[in-house]
């Protein structure tokens, strides 16, 4: 998995062994280690959210999900899902979550578990 920050936006990207575990056991984790804390970032499925929302506490983001979208979600064509939610200061907060797609250039990081990226699709 994983995120990006930039702002008040947070951005997840999962595998597709990541997203059929979102789906099937409703939670999925990763972390940073620090040494002597972790830095921890999670997507949970639930039923009483309607697309996404999040929570940060202690040293973890966690970013909910509708459990029904959730296990449609790895055999769909959806790419994400995305939403603004307000803070309690007033402030918006952009979230989204996707599926993370194989990178159209010469990255070195391993995307074997990455879906196919569309537009390499369509150049065939």
Same mark, same amino acid.
Do not use: H
């Given at each position: 998995?994983?995120?990006?920050?930039?702002?008040?936006?947070?951005?997840?990207?999962?595998?597709?062994?990541?997203?059929?575990?979102?789906?099937?056991?409703?939670?999925?984790?990763d972390?940073?280690?620090?040494?002597?804390?972790k830095?921890?970032?999670?997507?949970?499925?639930?039923? %009483?959210?309607? /697309?996404? !929302?999040?929570?940060?506490?202690?040293?973890?983001?966690?970013?909910?999900? #509708? $459990?029904?979208?959730?296990i449609?979600?790895p055999k769909?064509?959806?790419?994400?899902?995305?939403?603004?939610v307000?803070?309690?200061?007033?402030?918006?907060?952009?979230?989204?979550?996707e599926?993370?797609f194989?990178c159209? %250039?010469?990255? /070195?990081e !391993?995307?074997?578990?990455?879906?196919?990226?569309?537009?390499?699709?369509? #150049? $065939?």
């Amino acid at each position: 998995m994983k995120i990006r920050i930039r702002g008040n936006s947070i951005r997840y990207r999962l595998t597709q062994t990541e997203v059929k575990t979102l789906s099937e056991i409703g939670y999925y984790e990763d972390s940073t280690d620090f040494g002597d804390r972790k830095f921890i970032y999670a997507v949970k499925a639930i039923d %009483d959210v309607k /697309v996404l !929302d999040v929570d940060f506490a202690g040293n973890a983001i966690t970013l909910y999900m #509708n $459990r029904d979208k959730s296990i449609t979600w790895p055999k769909s064509k959806k790419v994400g899902f995305s939403n603004v939610v307000k803070t309690k200061k007033g402030t918006s907060l952009s979230l989204l979550l996707e599926k993370d797609f194989v990178c159209m %250039d010469e990255s /070195v990081e !391993d995307q074997s578990d990455n879906y196919p990226n569309p537009k390499s699709l369509i #150049n $065939r």
